[in-house]
Structures are given as C-alpha cells and as structure tokens.
C-alpha cells in the first residue's frame, strides 16, 4: 500500500488559516470516510486532531477542521497560531483493512 | 487517564531479535484494537503492525511480515512485538497506539521506545 500524498511543507502567518491536502486513491481515501489527522511537535509523539474526516475528538481546539472530495482529504487550521507549528500527517483506512500515513507535512507559522 | 507506556527497545545487531512490551492502563483493554506505529529517524509515520481487542486478528505491513508477531495478553493489559530478522531499515522509534474506534484512528500514543539495528 502506498502511502498518501501530501506537501512537504506549509506555511501562514498568525490569524490566517492553511488548509494542507492529502491525496490518496479510490483504495483507501476514496472508498471510506475513515480519514484521520495527526499533530506532532519535535521530540513529542503524535496527537490525533481530527477522525472519521472531519470528527474532533474531546479537547482539539475547534480551529482545526476535516473534509474529504473524492480521494482527497484536506486539514483545515483557522487562526493560526504559533502552537500550531508542527508536522502533520494524515491516515486512512484501506480495503485490505490497514491504514496508510502520508508523508506528513510541515507547517511554519511565520 | 489512559495511557500506553512503551519498553523493550535498544541496540541489536542486523539479524537479532528483540521484544517490545506495552502497558496499558486507564481504559478496557480488550475492548480495544491497538497497533505499533514506527518512525525512523527524520522520516514520517509507518504503520507496522495491529491485532484485535480479542487477540485473534492479526495485521502487518508487508516489509515485516514473517518476521514481526504482534500479540497481546487481555489479562495484563499488556501488547508485545515480537521483532526477528531485524534489518537496518527497521531502525526507529516504535510507538504503541490505541484505536479510537474502527479505521484505525488512533487517540491515545506512548512516548516511543527506540530500536536501533546496526554492527
């Protein structure tokens, strides 16, 4: 299973809002709405901020948000904050019933 | 609080084997699909392996398989990696994740243990 494709990087300013893509296949991204989104900063482990597309587990901040178009998902952060600066990744569920990351992509709060 | 905590990892050499333990708390264990998601240094995330709340179904990405066995103990809340035949590219810090629910989202990390495979 190949992973999913996502930009190495992004950046925005603070206040502004990103959105960072992830482009998988009519095998994983396209066949379910089990795409999932993770946080992390250096050292830390990973945190997950969004599943199921676009549900927020209790606690993530409301600024981050999930959608899904064919086989793309995309992570949308409003707001931005300096906290925000991390690497992110995003995941999906496949029809030989395993997930696939992306290459996760970093973002740069300017 | 649910937590995993992760131990077992350090230095082999390429062909060796090591076995990592992860201890659970805070939540039903078996209720609970869980999975070891690894790192290698400077790289993204890469699914290796997962098994059922029940211990009965098994999961592994294709570059482990025959080499690496998951399995879980329900009655001491504890996930095992059996990891055989080590490789320099299985170099990485190897985290315990819990699954939220199904697809395979995960909402609960330990802080990772590293395996290092070199001569």
């Known amino acids: 299973q190949s992973a999913l494709t996502q930009p190495a990087s992004v950046s925005g300013s603070p206040g502004q809002s990103i959105t960072i893509s992830c482009t998988g296949t009519s095998s994983d991204i396209g066949a379910y709405n089990y795409v999932s989104w993770y946080q992390q900063h250096p050292g830390r482990a990973p945190k997950l901020m969004i599943y199921d597309v676009s549900n927020r587990p209790s606690g993530v901040s409301n600024r981050f948000s999930g959608s899904k178009s064919g086989n793309t998902a995309s992570l949308t952060i409003s707001g931005l904050q300096a906290e925000d600066e991390a690497d992110y990744y995003c995941?999906?569920?496949?029809?030989?019933?395993?997930?696939?990351f992306g290459g996760g992509t970093k973002l740069t709060v300017l | 609080e649910v937590q995993v905590l992760e131990s077992g990892g350090g230095l082999v050499q390429p062909g060796g084997s090591l076995r990592l333990s992860c201890a659970a708390s805070g939540f039903t264990f078996s209720s609970y699909a869980m999975s070891w998601v690894r790192q290698a240094p400077g790289k993204g995330l890469e699914w290796v392996s997962g098994i059922s709340g029940s211990g009965d179904i098994t999961y592994y990405t294709e570059s482990v398989k025959g080499r690496f066995t998951i399995s879980r103990d329900n009655s001491k809340n504890t996930l095992f990696l059996q990891m055989n035949t080590l490789r320099a590219e299985d170099t990485a810090i190897y985290y315990c994740?819990?699954?939220?629910?199904?697809?395979?989202?995960?909402?609960?990390w330990g802080q990772g243990t590293l395996v290092t495979v070199s001569s």
């Open positions: 995941s999906s569920y496949t029809i030989i019933g395993t997930p696939v």
């Open positions: 994740a819990k699954e939220l629910s199904g697809g395979w989202p995960f909402d609960c």
